[in-house]
Protein backbone atom coordinates (compact mmCIF):
# COMPACT_ATOMS: atom_id res chain seq x y z
CA UNK A 1 0.00 0.00 0.00
CA UNK A 2 2.80 2.47 0.58
CA UNK A 3 4.61 1.68 -2.61
CA UNK A 4 0.75 2.75 -4.36
CA UNK A 5 0.81 5.61 -1.87
CA UNK A 6 3.55 7.20 -3.52
CA UNK A 7 2.46 6.57 -6.99
CA UNK A 8 -0.20 8.25 -6.53
CA UNK A 9 1.42 11.22 -4.44
CA UNK A 10 3.92 11.20 -7.77
CA UNK A 11 0.68 11.31 -10.18
CA UNK A 12 -0.93 13.56 -8.19
CA UNK A 13 2.32 16.48 -7.77
CA UNK A 14 2.84 15.83 -12.26
CA UNK A 15 -0.76 16.62 -12.29
CA UNK A 16 -0.44 19.51 -10.23
CA UNK A 17 2.59 20.35 -11.76
CA UNK A 18 0.95 20.26 -14.95
CA UNK A 19 -2.71 22.11 -14.34
CA UNK A 20 -0.45 25.55 -12.67
CA UNK A 21 1.29 25.71 -15.50
CA UNK A 22 -1.51 25.22 -17.72
CA UNK A 23 -3.43 27.58 -15.93
CA UNK A 24 -1.12 30.45 -16.37
CA UNK A 25 -0.96 29.79 -19.89
CA UNK A 26 -4.60 30.20 -19.68
CA UNK A 27 -4.39 33.35 -17.74
CA UNK A 28 -1.85 35.16 -19.79
CA UNK A 29 -3.34 34.25 -23.26
CA UNK A 30 -5.78 36.71 -25.25
CA UNK A 31 -9.07 35.40 -24.09
CA UNK A 32 -10.77 33.15 -26.36
CA UNK A 33 -7.85 32.74 -28.55
CA UNK A 34 -6.22 29.84 -29.83
CA UNK A 35 -4.21 28.88 -26.69
CA UNK A 36 -6.23 30.77 -24.07
CA UNK A 37 -8.85 27.30 -25.25
CA UNK A 38 -5.96 24.63 -25.16
CA UNK A 39 -4.34 25.47 -22.40
CA UNK A 40 -7.82 25.84 -20.18
CA UNK A 41 -8.80 22.66 -21.51
CA UNK A 42 -5.15 21.03 -20.93
CA UNK A 43 -6.04 23.23 -17.07
CA UNK A 44 -9.50 21.10 -16.48
CA UNK A 45 -8.12 17.73 -17.70
CA UNK A 46 -4.91 17.95 -15.03
CA UNK A 47 -7.57 19.34 -12.47
CA UNK A 48 -9.36 16.03 -12.78
CA UNK A 49 -6.29 13.83 -11.94
CA UNK A 50 -5.74 16.25 -9.02
CA UNK A 51 -9.05 16.30 -7.61
CA UNK A 52 -9.05 12.10 -8.09
CA UNK A 53 -5.58 11.52 -6.50
CA UNK A 54 -6.27 14.02 -4.00
CA UNK A 55 -9.80 12.33 -2.32
CA UNK A 56 -7.77 8.86 -3.34
CA UNK A 57 -4.96 10.40 -0.75
CA UNK A 58 -7.39 11.43 1.85
CA UNK A 59 -10.04 8.89 2.14
CA UNK A 60 -7.42 5.52 1.01
CA UNK A 61 -4.53 6.55 2.68
CA UNK A 62 -5.92 9.25 5.27
CA UNK A 63 -3.37 11.96 4.79
CA UNK A 64 -4.02 15.54 5.26
CA UNK A 65 -7.81 16.14 5.26
CA UNK A 66 -7.15 20.03 4.54
CA UNK A 67 -6.74 18.54 0.72
CA UNK A 68 -10.47 17.59 0.85
CA UNK A 69 -11.65 21.33 1.18
CA UNK A 70 -9.29 22.68 -1.27
CA UNK A 71 -10.18 19.78 -3.17
CA UNK A 72 -14.25 21.03 -3.45
CA UNK A 73 -13.03 24.51 -4.07
CA UNK A 74 -10.62 23.82 -6.96
CA UNK A 75 -13.06 20.90 -7.93
CA UNK A 76 -16.57 23.00 -7.87
CA UNK A 77 -15.37 26.35 -9.16
CA UNK A 78 -14.09 24.46 -12.17
CA UNK A 79 -17.08 22.40 -13.04
CA UNK A 80 -19.36 25.44 -12.65
CA UNK A 81 -16.93 27.85 -14.39
CA UNK A 82 -17.32 25.65 -17.45
CA UNK A 83 -21.00 25.14 -16.79
CA UNK A 84 -21.00 29.04 -16.49
CA UNK A 85 -20.11 28.78 -20.31
CA UNK A 86 -22.07 26.04 -21.70
CA UNK A 87 -25.54 27.49 -20.47
CA UNK A 88 -24.53 31.33 -21.69
CA UNK A 89 -26.91 32.82 -19.72
CA UNK A 90 -29.92 30.17 -19.44
CA UNK A 91 -31.45 28.96 -16.15
CA UNK A 92 -29.29 25.65 -14.74
CA UNK A 93 -30.89 22.31 -14.73
CA UNK A 94 -31.27 20.18 -11.60
CA UNK A 95 -28.41 18.87 -11.47
CA UNK A 96 -26.61 22.09 -11.51
CA UNK A 97 -28.27 22.75 -8.17
CA UNK A 98 -27.71 19.50 -6.37
CA UNK A 99 -23.99 19.52 -6.87
CA UNK A 100 -23.56 22.90 -4.97
CA UNK A 101 -25.66 21.49 -1.79
CA UNK A 102 -23.67 18.19 -2.26
CA UNK A 103 -20.06 20.32 -2.21
CA UNK A 104 -21.27 22.40 1.19
CA UNK A 105 -22.48 19.26 2.80
CA UNK A 106 -19.50 17.92 2.33
CA UNK A 107 -17.57 21.09 3.97
CA UNK A 108 -19.65 21.28 6.81
CA UNK A 109 -18.93 17.96 7.89
CA UNK A 110 -15.56 18.64 7.12
CA UNK A 111 -15.44 21.44 9.93
CA UNK A 112 -18.23 18.82 12.64
CA UNK A 113 -15.48 16.14 12.07
CA UNK A 114 -12.10 18.25 12.33
CA UNK A 115 -13.37 19.99 15.33
CA UNK A 116 -15.10 16.43 17.17
CA UNK A 117 -11.51 14.94 16.83
CA UNK A 118 -9.93 17.74 18.42
CA UNK A 119 -7.91 18.66 15.24
CA UNK A 120 -5.49 21.78 14.97
CA UNK A 121 -6.75 23.50 12.27
CA UNK A 122 -5.97 27.43 10.99
CA UNK A 123 -9.00 29.66 11.05
CA UNK A 124 -7.52 32.00 8.87
CA UNK A 125 -6.82 29.41 5.64
CA UNK A 126 -9.65 27.44 6.98
CA UNK A 127 -12.74 29.82 6.70
CA UNK A 128 -11.39 32.21 3.95
CA UNK A 129 -11.29 28.46 1.62
CA UNK A 130 -15.57 27.54 3.02
CA UNK A 131 -16.05 30.98 2.70
CA UNK A 132 -14.97 31.16 -0.91
CA UNK A 133 -17.10 28.16 -1.38
CA UNK A 134 -20.23 29.36 0.56
CA UNK A 135 -20.31 32.41 -1.62
CA UNK A 136 -19.99 30.59 -5.21
CA UNK A 137 -22.55 27.48 -4.07
CA UNK A 138 -25.14 30.22 -2.49
CA UNK A 139 -24.88 32.15 -6.21
CA UNK A 140 -25.02 29.34 -8.01
CA UNK A 141 -28.32 28.20 -5.55
CA UNK A 142 -29.67 32.03 -6.04
CA UNK A 143 -29.77 31.74 -9.99
CA UNK A 144 -33.39 29.88 -10.02
CA UNK A 145 -34.54 33.45 -8.77
CA UNK A 146 -32.75 35.52 -11.18
CA UNK A 147 -33.57 36.47 -14.35
CA UNK A 148 -32.10 34.97 -17.64
CA UNK A 149 -31.19 38.74 -18.87
CA UNK A 150 -28.81 39.08 -15.61
CA UNK A 151 -27.37 35.60 -15.70
CA UNK A 152 -26.82 36.55 -19.95
CA UNK A 153 -24.78 39.65 -18.75
CA UNK A 154 -22.81 37.69 -15.89
CA UNK A 155 -21.59 34.93 -17.71
CA UNK A 156 -17.96 35.96 -18.47
CA UNK A 157 -17.50 37.35 -14.70
CA UNK A 158 -18.75 34.27 -13.84
CA UNK A 159 -16.32 32.39 -15.86
CA UNK A 160 -13.65 34.37 -14.83
CA UNK A 161 -14.02 34.29 -11.28
CA UNK A 162 -14.66 30.83 -10.93
CA UNK A 163 -11.85 29.54 -13.04
CA UNK A 164 -9.13 31.82 -11.83
CA UNK A 165 -10.46 30.61 -8.10
CA UNK A 166 -9.73 27.32 -9.07
CA UNK A 167 -6.50 27.79 -10.14
CA UNK A 168 -6.15 30.03 -6.80
CA UNK A 169 -7.10 26.62 -4.84
CA UNK A 170 -4.27 24.84 -6.25
CA UNK A 171 -1.74 27.14 -6.27
CA UNK A 172 -2.65 27.84 -2.34
CA UNK A 173 -2.36 23.82 -1.57
CA UNK A 174 0.92 23.70 -4.03
CA UNK A 175 2.90 26.87 -2.06
CA UNK A 176 1.60 25.74 1.22
CA UNK A 177 2.87 22.16 0.73
CA UNK A 178 6.30 23.52 -0.70
CA UNK A 179 6.93 26.14 1.78
CA UNK A 180 4.99 24.72 5.14
CA UNK A 181 7.49 27.11 6.99
CA UNK A 182 5.45 30.42 5.51
CA UNK A 183 1.93 28.94 6.58
CA UNK A 184 -0.21 30.72 6.53
CA UNK A 185 1.15 33.17 4.12
CA UNK A 186 2.03 30.75 1.48
CA UNK A 187 -1.47 30.00 1.83
CA UNK A 188 -3.37 33.05 1.83
CA UNK A 189 -0.57 34.72 -1.09
CA UNK A 190 -1.94 33.12 -4.04
CA UNK A 191 -5.73 34.55 -3.13
CA UNK A 192 -4.40 38.04 -2.64
CA UNK A 193 -2.31 38.00 -6.43
CA UNK A 194 -5.72 36.07 -7.85
CA UNK A 195 -8.52 38.44 -6.64
CA UNK A 196 -6.16 41.28 -7.93
CA UNK A 197 -5.62 39.64 -11.24
CA UNK A 198 -10.00 39.13 -11.15
CA UNK A 199 -10.31 42.86 -10.38
CA UNK A 200 -8.24 43.62 -13.32
CA UNK A 201 -9.79 41.55 -15.51
CA UNK A 202 -13.70 42.33 -14.45
CA UNK A 203 -12.83 46.10 -15.12
CA UNK A 204 -11.49 45.47 -18.15
CA UNK A 205 -14.80 43.45 -19.52
CA UNK A 206 -16.76 46.12 -18.02
CA UNK A 207 -15.32 48.59 -20.24
CA UNK A 208 -16.02 46.21 -23.51
CA UNK A 209 -18.95 46.30 -25.68
CA UNK A 210 -21.66 43.24 -24.84
CA UNK A 211 -20.94 41.36 -28.29
CA UNK A 212 -16.45 42.01 -27.67
CA UNK A 213 -17.34 40.14 -24.97
CA UNK A 214 -18.59 36.54 -26.34
CA UNK A 215 -16.05 33.99 -26.64
CA UNK A 216 -15.58 31.48 -28.85
CA UNK A 217 -14.80 28.49 -26.91
CA UNK A 218 -15.18 25.34 -29.53
Known amino acids: METIHHINIAIHVLAGSIALM ?34 FGVFVFKRNNFLLVITLLSAYNCYSGLRALKLRGQKPRYYDYLAPMLVMGAACYYLYYINS ?7 TVTFSTIGALFVMTVYDLSKVFLSVGFLKKAVMYEHVYKMV ?33 IFVIFIRLANQSPASKTLSYQ
Open 22 to 55: AGIAALIARKGAFWHIRSGRYFTKAVVIVIVTAL
Open 117 to 123: IGMYWDI
Open 165 to 197: SAFIALASAFSGTVFPQYKPYSQVLPSVFGFAY
